[in-house]
């Protein structure tokens, strides 16, 4: 066989024995072998290939499919501006610490800098967010097996250790793997799928006996959880552990860690404040509307915790950001080197999620008056969305959505207006469901294409129905990936799109000022009077438009009972309208809080 074909065969025979069941590719010529090779693993059974046309959008669904899993996929493009399209999900996969293998094909070397076609500067184009960067050179015809074993090796432990430091157990997250590829670019023999599995198992290209990868990685490195007096003991030199604490979650999706979550909170009587994504819903202490109750400031300012206990990015809300830098001591726990730490506060930073005490309980009447208040903010929210605001707003779209996501289904909500609609006002809706988001650097780019991959990784082994709620911005910024080859099986996963026709959280934030009306809607609304329906419907996707809570409801029954890929449209009122309705759900809450 050809140096580039023994290399493309070698490189993805050794991604199956390092465990990757997904492959991702972006078609191109520059790594036809690649494409090739992929192929006759895909009908020998080896793997899933998905096939995406745009790049950015492919590293997406390879983000999403490795978030759920822990199993990194790989996104496989050809050369040149294919590889720069692949940034933005990269920089997501760094700073959510998701595990992803981008494996591009270059040029050789030699046809760099000299103005070669299609032909750029790929080795360290993702610069410091990926956790390595190799750069694999072209290969030769070796002229007898021993030269061609040694390249072998070399093939086989670089593959190996790339996807290794994909899931380093400091800090998993993104590698870069650039493959230079010489031509003839396809195989020059004709050996079948099964053929060319029997070269890999044995010759000078052989990989290790039994299907083992080339080399695994058996560091095991972490922290142990210890009893949170112990943790007052290493910061204070003193085991007494205050009445006053509040625990927030940030994003973070490991069942073990809401589980140590749920068993500190109920030891302590502290509340637990969690972000969507922070999957804390279930848990016994923590409160609906955390956020919304900070924010007002006569509770805030009665409700300082002596310390507070922060897991994950956490990034939602100013109101309680600004509470945790108000608390006397911060717990900040993170396996990571890079630890989160936005408000730098922290005074000790520990690796796990700290144990209920060694001896004794506390009790105090703390948890109940964060309790009632969470309650009366409950009440007046009821109150107002269901009778005096009669508009259909994002607010209830986000409820309705968090409500129907099944008990063991999964809730990608997209960034803005979605996610801080379902922090405040769904937060413990959807229950037990897995609540996901690009949480790493909160951007609207990639999202369809990310809830897609999570949803075929949840779907792996439970056949329960997704729900991604998007606004119209962000659905649109990655409408190709709904543009899914027909040979592909679809998950079951509806798209909600909050539609209010342009940024809507841009109402909410300084620039909604009304000294800025005359240019708000030019350079920050932006509406794009999009037939959103119509623009599905051209794709060949079920989809429907619903105006009310009502419509809404009947809409995510039968998309979820029909199962596959389907959109509902929630054209809800105007911008102006809903953040109208928002300020009369605050002073509500702080007419509430006042009888507290």
Known sequence: MNPSTALARVIVDELLRCGITDVVLAPGSRSAGLA??????????ELTLHVRVDERSAGFLALGLGKLSGVPAVVVTTSGTSVANLLPAIIEADYSNVPLLALTADRPAALRGIGANQTIHQVGIFGGSVRDAIDLAAPTL????????????????????????????????PVHLNVQFAEPL????????EEQLEAMQSGAFAGRPDGRPWVADARLLGGMSVPIDEVFEMLLDDATIPERGLIVVGDQADGEVTDLVDELGDALGWPIIGEPSGNVAACD????????????????DAHVPDVVITLGRIGLSRAVQRHIARAKFHIAVDTQPQWNDSTRTADIVVASCPLPPSEGDLGSDWLESWQRADLLAAVAIETVLAGEITSFTGMHVARACGQAVPEDGVFFVGPSWPVRHVYNFAANASGSAVTLGNRGTSGIDGCVSTAWGAAIAAQRDSQASCIALLGDLTFLYDINGLRVPSVESQPNLVYVIS????????????????????????VFGTPLDADILATVQALGIPCVVVASVEELNAALAKSIAAGGVEVIVAQTCSRDDEASALKTVNGAIEQALATA
């Open 36 to 45: 090739i090779a992929l192929a006759a693993a895909e009908s020998r059974g």
């Open 142 to 173: 070796a002229p007898n097996d021993e030269d061609q074993g040694s390249q072998n090796r070399v093939w086989r432990s670089t593959v190996a250790r790339a996807v290794a430091a994909t899931t380093d157990v400091m800090r998993a997250g």
């Open 186 to 193: 396809v195989p020059t023999d004709k050996l079948t799928p």
């Open 285 to 300: 202490t923590t409160l609906a509307h955390g956020a919304l109750i900070l924010a007002n400031s006569e509770f805030a």
């Open 499 to 522: 539609d209010n026709n342009g940024g809507g959280i841009f109402s909410q934030l300084e620039q909604g000022a009304p000294k800025f009306s005359e240019t708000f809607d030019r």
